[in-house]
């Protein structure tokens, strides 16, 4: 069965760079989240996407943007990245009311 | 803003022994899904068993089953016949609103040979 697909799988940049992440949802998964997991922490909610519209938006800085293109893929724009951005960034999906699933993650890493 | 509590930051189990890591949350829905994910080293996120507020029976998915205590807010996981692949971060998990995820700060689970 298809999953939640991630890349890259590993990303290395230096302080001040700009990263892009993707996402591929399960298909006709309507709604897609993107989750940030420090080391030896919990993930914490960035932002949500539903039918290519925020949904909703939690902790995520300015330096971050996101948006859900017309296949349903997301990406996650991260800029001026500091060294505390270096964490496992999850994309999840869903359809309306059931059940996430969650892909592997992109472990970035700002030197 | 709505917490998820596991307060049992480590927990250890023989193997073929049962387990159980508490979760409680704070809400002031009546309608709302919980949820266990597990995460072994290789850093995936996987669910383990979902329970739905509104049903009262407890959630069970093979060696995996919950404690769900509507009214005091719990919300535990029993893990039967524990096996060495068990061992992984646990966390607990309630949906915050727009189908968000809202964690616990997790419970590392070690089996003992």
């Known amino acids: 069965a298809a999953g939640v697909i991630q890349s890259p799988r590993h990303l290395i940049k230096e302080k001040r760079e700009t990263a892009t992440l993707k996402c591929y949802p399960i298909?006709?998964?309507?709604?897609v989240y993107w989750y940030q997991q420090g080391p030896g922490q919990d993930p914490q909610f960035l932002i949500s996407f539903y039918e290519k519209m925020q949904s909703d938006k939690g902790s995520i800085p300015d330096r971050f943007s996101a948006q859900q293109f017309s296949d349903y893929h997301s990406e996650l724009n991260m800029s001026s990245l500091e060294l505390g951005d270096s964490a496992l960034y999850f994309c999840?999906?869903?359809?309306?009311?059931?059940?996430?699933?969650f892909g592997s993650g992109t472990q970035l890493s700002v030197l | 803003a709505q917490t998820v509590t596991q307060s049992q930051p480590e927990m250890s189990v023989q193997e073929a022994e049962t387990v159980t890591l508490s979760c409680t949350y704070d809400?002031?829905?009546?309608?709302?899904?919980l949820f266990w994910y597990k995460q072994p080293p290789s850093r995936q996120m996987i669910l383990v068993i979902r329970q739905e507020a509104y049903k009262q029976q407890n959630a069970t998915e093979n060696r995996f089953s919950v404690n769900f205590q509507k009214a005091a807010k719990s919300f535990s996981l029993k893990i039967s016949d524990s096996q060495l692949g068990d061992a992984a971060m646990y966390f607990c998990?309630?949906?915050?609103?727009?189908?968000?995820?809202?964690f616990g700060k997790g419970t590392k689970l070690t089996v003992n040979p």
């Open positions: 809400t002031s829905e009546s309608d709302y899904y």
């Open positions: 298909p006709r998964h309507d709604t």
């Open positions: 998990a309630k949906e915050g609103g727009s189908e968000k995820l809202v």
């Open positions: 999840a999906s869903s359809s309306r009311g059931e059940k996430l699933f």
